[in-house]
């Protein structure tokens, strides 16, 4: 690189820092408990939830995860964070509801996973609560929408929440925050390639 090239970058990157350190000098809010739906057909919802889990960690942040949907799998992710310090795991679902076969019992694990979850919404030490596949329960009306909506933006100010699931609803998206849809631009799945250890779960 020419010295020339050297100093019209420095100007072009001196410029964009200009702009980007007066985008962040316009937020005033320092500190807020959000709500965050990860949605979409694509893959990565849940994943991109348990990130957020093991940066929380790295805060020393108290974290709770409810799962609706994924009581039949036995999952990396759970097997390696249920027992780690600071995390309240439940995994109150049954399986997917193609599975079970069985509304009324789906329906009540629904409930009880809810139940646990508002639970954990008022235990002032949690401050991340991820809420995986609610966004199922709340398609198949296992949960009553505004319910939960009302819930929601009800919670303590300084927890978040995330819920995670394909189909969210547009009343959940209006309320929350901050939300991600999955893009499916191209899936391994498709290709016949199953669920796999470490990958899917």
């Keep these: 690189m020419s010295d020339a090239d050297a100093e019209r970058h420095r100007l072009k990157m001196a410029k964009r820092k200009a702009v980007q350190d007066a985008e962040v000098a316009s937020k005033t809010i320092t500190e807020k408990g959000l709500l965050i739906v990860n949605t979409g057909p694509g893959k990565g919802k849940s994943t991109a939830a348990f990130g957020l889990v093991v940066r929380a960690l790295g805060h020393c942040w108290k974290v709770g995860v409810v799962q609706f949907g994924k009581g039949g799998w036995e999952s990396g992710e759970r097997r390696i964070l249920e027992g780690f310090p600071g995390v309240s795991w439940h995994t109150l679902g049954e399986g997917f509801t193609w599975e079970t076969q069985d509304r009324a019992r789906d329906v009540a694990a629904a409930q009880a996973a809810w139940a646990k979850a ?76 199953k669920a796999q250890p470490g990958i899917e779960y």
């Design 118 to 193: 508002t639970a954990l919404m008022d235990d002032p030490a949690v401050r991340l609560l991820i809420l995986d596949e609610l966004n199922i329960a709340l398609r198949y009306e296992h949960l009553p929408l505004l319910e939960v909506v009302d819930r929601l933006k009800a919670r303590r100010a300084d927890l978040t929440v995330v819920v995670t699931g394909r189909n969210a609803k547009a009343e959940l998206i209006e309320a929350a925050d901050c939300v991600t849809e999955m893009v499916a631009t191209k899936h391994h799945f498709a290709a016949g390639v």
